[in-house]
């Protein structure tokens, strides 16, 4: 991933130029220490899905991204991150969801 950068809108338009799916990570900290808070993707436009977090939590002052070459590669991407940071300490309140429609499974769990 990319990052971390600060979650404003004027950072995203620097750094997510292109309109494509992809991954994130919010959290706190700065370039040489950031800690995750939460993970997430966009279907279709991580730039805006990004731009959607601005203001709307105290708990996330920084963002990491990285493009996906498809949904699906997303929601595989969303769901290592969400192992991997340890669902535990994040502030995501469930296992991410398959998009509506598929029957993709989770590639660490196989949810």
Known sequence: MEGPYELTTDMIDKYVTRKSCGNYALGVGSISSFTVRYVGRSDNDLNARLKWWVGRSSRYSHFKFSYASSPK???????????DFDSGKLDNEQHPERPTGTNWRCPVCGL
Not at 73 to 83: D, V
């Open 73 to 83: 590669e997303a929601f595989e991407k969303e769901c290592r991150n969400y192992h």
